[in-house]
């Protein structure tokens, strides 16, 4: 099993920034890969980006590329956004998978963002 715990959102105006943090424990040396969702009101969760456990690229949706870093420091993986927008108001969520294969089976609990004009 493993454990996911989200930190850092919080409310900001827009062009702001903020750090949110993904802390894992547990059986981590089985992950895969760790991406970042968010799902805001009336909307389905989306992905935001995703970097393999083992280091490498990252990977960005669309939706933010450009105004987002996803890095990993031991058991923490970060989701660094510039220059937000009100748009981006959402729950922000970490997820984990142990395989290439399949869906994500860990999530921690979300981090509420919102972003004021």
């Known amino acids: 099993q493993v454990q996911l715990v989200e930190s850092g959102g919080g409310l900001v105006q827009a062009g702001g920034s903020l750090r949110l943090s993904c802390a894992a424990s547990?059986?981590?040396?089985?992950?895969?890969?760790v991406a970042w969702f968010r799902q805001a009101p009336g909307k389905e969760r989306e992905v935001v980006g995703n970097i393999n456990w083992s280091g490498g690229s990252a990977y960005y949706a669309d939706s933010m590329k450009g105004r987002i870093t996803i890095s990993r420091a031991g058991n923490t993986v970060y989701l660094q956004m510039i220059t937000l927008k009100p748009e981006d108001t959402a729950e922000y969520y970490c997820?984990?998978?142990?395989?290439?294969?399949?869906?994500?089976?860990?999530w921690g609990q979300g981090t509420q963002v919102t972003v004021s004009s």
């Open positions: 547990g059986r981590t040396f089985d992950l895969y890969r």
């Open positions: 997820a984990a998978k142990p395989s290439v294969i399949g869906g994500y089976d860990y």
